[in-house]
């Protein structure tokens, strides 16, 4: 079983920055998919970014194209969520997932899920 605990969230301005990590313990997720979702209350899960096992591959949502950057080191069972130029918009529970294929996870289909960590941007 693996657990993925998330941390850096917290309160920023607008156009502000922050980075999420998300530690997994139980096993090594060196060869897994990871990824970020988020939600706001009352409203469904939206997919955020993926990177794959190796790191070669990553695809993001367009609404945080540009903005946002994933990476993960393996060595430190530990992928990073680098967010930047916020917006409004981006408040939400930001969740880490992973495992899976890509074309399932992306759909929200990931084997294991972290509990989240709340980003609020201010306007």
């Known amino acids: 079983q693996v657990q993925l605990v998330e941390s850096g969230g917290g309160l920023v301005q607008a156009g502000g920055s922050l980075r999420l990590s998300c530690a997994a313990s139980?096993?090594?997720?060196?060869?897994?998919?990871m990824g970020w979702f988020r939600q706001v209350p009352g409203k469904e899960r939206e997919f955020v970014v993926y990177?794959?096992?190796?790191?070669?591959?990553?695809v993001y949502a367009d609404s945080v194209k540009g903005r946002f950057t994933i990476s993960r080191d393996n060595a430190k069972n530990t992928v990073y969520l680098q967010m930047s130029s916020l917006k409004f918009e981006d408040t939400a529970i930001y969740y880490c997932a992973g495992g899976g294929l890509y074309g399932s996870f992306v759909r929200g289909a990931a084997a294991y899920w972290g509990r989240g960590t709340q980003v609020t941007v201010s306007s």
């Open positions: 990177i794959s096992g190796s790191g070669g591959s990553t």
């Open positions: 139980g096993r090594t997720i060196s060869s897994s998919a």
